[in-house]
């Protein structure tokens, strides 16, 4: 894939920006967790939802690795950027492994906020 260093930069400003919208989210969705499971006390509905609380809770670890590789990827390219005296050249990336990590995180997060949904529409 080719790019530019600048355009690696404004696209890891976009994702850091995901990533803080998607943590606000996992918290809003934790609330109502809280709020589902404060009425609903039998043991099988408590083991479902320490499921999705664990669930979320790796997500929002998987959240901050990724806030922690896209920097970093943000950094690197910062530097080369600078190192070519501002001439933002064009580069090429073989497999842009970042941009996997975030759509499959994108995707989890997804599925997970849906099976949470739907498991709360069932409990009335």
């Known amino acids: 894939m080719k790019t530019t260093l600048s355009s690696i930069h404004h696209q890891a400003a976009d994702w850091l920006r995901e990533l803080d919208f998607y943590t606000d989210e996992i918290s809003l969705v934790q609330h109502r967790l809280e709020e589902a499971l404060a009425k609903n006390k039998s043991p099988k509905l408590v083991s479902q939802f320490e499921d999705f609380r664990a669930q979320f809770k790796s997500l929002l670890k998987q959240i901050d690795v990724m806030k922690h590789d896209v920097s970093v990827r943000d950094t690197v390219a910062e530097n080369m950027l600078e190192e070519a005296l501002g001439e933002d050249e064009e580069i090429s990336l073989p497999e842009d492994v970042i941009l996997k990590q ?15 949904n739907f498991f709360l529409s069932k409990q009335g």
């Open 102 to 116: 975030m759509k499959d995180l994108v995707r989890d997060i997804a599925d997970t906020r849906f099976l949470f």
